[in-house]
């Protein structure tokens, strides 16, 4: 039987950026999308290990298998913290990238480079249908750069620029980035408990 790991997400980049970080696992892991009937868990707690939460336990409950879920925020200093939680529709409902972008950049007008600190964080939470939860964090520092550069990446990624290298997360192939993102260090951060979900089974037995 085909052991599988629920991706809850129905963001293509996304599912291809978790596959990429978790090689090698006794699994393979499916989009939320790819089960007829699925649809995305409502965004609505007030912080990012809420949302984690929900997705994964509603992903796990409809497909009766573990499933993984993570929220990712970018936290601005000079905006008080914002968009974070509120990152994906910061324009809006149904806000695009280009949308969420520009509205950071012009919410930051003025801001000189030394003012625009900035974090991406991750909360990752893997359930199963039972409700049994792990949750784990990670993040990322850098700053916001004066205009998007780079064609790798989504999102934020064209402004998030890794503090010390002068790049920003869309100027990194995706190898050298899922080596250090703030959703590489919360999703290795799970890898000895999802080594455990499915245990090697001795010779012959």
Same mark, same amino acid.
């Given at each position: 039987?085909?052991?599988?790991?629920?991706?809850?997400?129905?963001?293509?980049?996304?599912?291809?950026?978790?596959?990429?970080?978790?090689?090698?696992?006794?699994?393979?892991?499916?989009?939320?999308?790819?089960?007829?009937?699925?649809?995305?868990?409502?965004?609505?707690?007030?912080?990012?290990?809420?949302?984690?939460?929900?997705?994964?336990?509603?992903?796990?409950?409809?497909?009766?298998?573990?499933?993984?879920?993570?929220?990712?925020?970018?936290?601005?200093?000079?905006?008080?913290?914002?968009?974070?939680?509120?990152?994906?529709?910061?324009?809006?409902?149904?806000?695009?990238?280009?949308?969420?972008?520009?509205?950071?950049?012009?919410?930051?007008?003025?801001?000189?480079?030394?003012?625009?600190?900035?974090?991406?964080?991750?909360?990752? %939470?893997?359930? /199963?249908? =039972?409700? #049994?939860?792990?949750? *784990?964090?990670? !993040? $990322?520092?850098? &700053?916001?750069?004066?205009?998007?550069?780079?064609?790798?990446?989504?999102?934020?990624?064209?402004?998030?620029?890794?503090?010390?290298?002068?790049?920003?997360? %869309?100027?990194? /192939?995706? =190898?050298? #980035?899922?080596?250090? *993102?703030?959703? !590489? $260090?919360?999703? &290795?951060?799970?890898?000895?408990?999802?080594?455990?979900?499915?245990?090697?089974?001795?010779?012959?037995?």
């Amino acid at each position: 039987m085909e052991k599988v790991l629920v991706v809850a997400t129905f963001n293509p980049h996304k599912a291809a950026e978790i596959r990429a970080i978790l090689p090698g696992l006794p699994c393979v892991l499916k989009p939320l999308a790819d089960f007829p009937g699925a649809v995305p868990a409502e965004e609505d707690g007030g912080t990012l290990e809420a949302n984690a939460i929900k997705k994964a336990l509603a992903a796990a409950r409809f497909t009766g298998l573990w499933a993984l879920a993570d929220d990712t925020g970018l936290e601005v200093d000079a905006l008080g913290g914002a968009p974070g939680v509120f990152s994906a529709r910061f324009a809006g409902e149904n806000s695009t990238p280009a949308a969420n972008n520009a509205k950071l950049l012009a919410g930051l007008a003025g801001v000189p480079p030394a003012g625009r600190s900035a974090r991406f964080a991750c909360v990752v %939470a893997l359930a /199963s249908p =039972a409700g #049994k939860l792990l949750v *784990s964090r990670g !993040a $990322l520092e850098g &700053r916001i750069a004066g205009a998007p550069r780079g064609n790798n990446g989504f999102g934020y990624d064209p402004l998030f620029e890794i503090i010390g290298s002068g790049k920003t997360l %869309a100027e990194l /192939s995706e =190898a050298v #980035k899922n080596g250090f *993102s703030h959703r !590489a $260090l919360a999703l &290795r951060s799970l890898l000895p408990e999802l080594g455990k979900l499915w245990p090697a089974r001795a010779p012959g037995k």
